[in-house]
């Protein structure tokens, strides 16, 4: 059962905003299966994500054209740990796409946690240009989250696998962006352990299975949620919004909502909404 201020399938007032909830709808059927009524060149962006990196395409409308990912543990935290196999997956993915879209693939935005230092966000930067791809745009994953949603007011929750990621927003600007480690890992952990399983399976449940698991997984929410409220520090906040596959958790949004008291909303497809909008930044 939802809170009473919990929302599962949002269609945010402000901007493209409004048009969120079909986007993601849309963009999932994407997956290696690109829209052929695409208009104008593409444009592409990386997600070098902690359990994931993935590629995505939009036309010159903004909508999505094609999106495509790889497994790989050569992120962590937003950092590089194993530079070879980040290069070496975006390569995969980069001739993949160029093969399936017949364009060629010259440049791309990335993205990096917002607590991450800059030496190490340039990492990034040097991952795509060592794959052949020229790096036009290196930004925050919370700033590439706002570049689709375009909330007016609220706070943008980007949970990742390793880090959680807050951006308060006001008048449509980002006003104070911080990060603080745990996410989506943690959660994995709760659940493989609960249930016996390998963290690789509960991953894999957590993002893909029907059944509820917020019950077992409560106390990591909830730790998400003080992870939230330790970076709004006391701000006059109205709203969050959940992005980020970690989060995709039935009633997740619900949980979040009542520990927090601040209305939550949850987006369908979250995994996509950082992913599609570095390619928007």
């Known amino acids: 059962m939802l809170a009473r201020n919990a929302t599962p399938n949002p269609e945010p007032s402000g901007g493209a905003g409004k048009d969120v909830g079909a986007f993601l709808k849309d963009a999932a059927l994407r997956l290696r299966n690109p829209r052929t009524d695409r208009e104008g ?25 094609y999106w495509d990912s790889l497994p790989c543990e050569a992120i962590r935290d937003g950092v590089i740990v194993n530079f070879g196999d980040a290069v070496t997956a975006v390569r995969k993915l980069r001739a993949a796409a160029t093969q399936v879209l017949g364009t060629e693939i010259l440049d ?21 240009e060592n794959a052949e791809i ?20 609220g706070a943008i929750v980007d949970v990742g696998g390793g880090s959680t990621g807050v951006g308060i927003v006001s008048d449509g600007t ?3 962006l911080d990060d603080e480690p745990g996410g989506g890992h943690h959660l994995d952990l ?4 609960a249930l016996g399983i390998p963290v690789e399976e509960a991953e894999r449940r957590k993002r893909e299975s029907s059944e509820d698991y917020s019950i077992i997984l409560r106390p990591g929410i909830e730790r998400i949620g003080s992870s939230i409220l330790r970076q709004i520090a006391g701000r006059p906040v109205s709203s969050l919004h959940l992005v980020g ?10 949980v979040v909502a009542r520990f927090t008291g601040i209305p939550t909303t949850a987006y369908p497809h979250s995994e996509l909404v950082t992913p599609f909008g570095i390619a928007m930044s």
């Open 41 to 65: 060149p593409l444009v592409f962006g990386v997600d070098l994500g902690t359990a994931t990196i993935v590629i995505t395409a939009i036309d010159q409308r903004g909508l999505p054209i």
């Open 108 to 128: 791309a935005a990335t993205a990096f946690p917002p607590g991450v230092p800059s030496a190490e966000a340039r990492a990034c930067h040097y991952v795509l």
């Open 134 to 153: 020229t790096c036009r745009a290196l930004v925050d994953e919370v700033s590439a989250a706002q570049a689709l949603l375009k909330i007016r007011n």
């Open 174 to 176: 980002i006003i104070a």
């Open 190 to 193: 709760i659940l493989a352990g």
């Open 245 to 254: 596959g970690a989060v995709r958790v039935a009633n997740a949004a619900s």
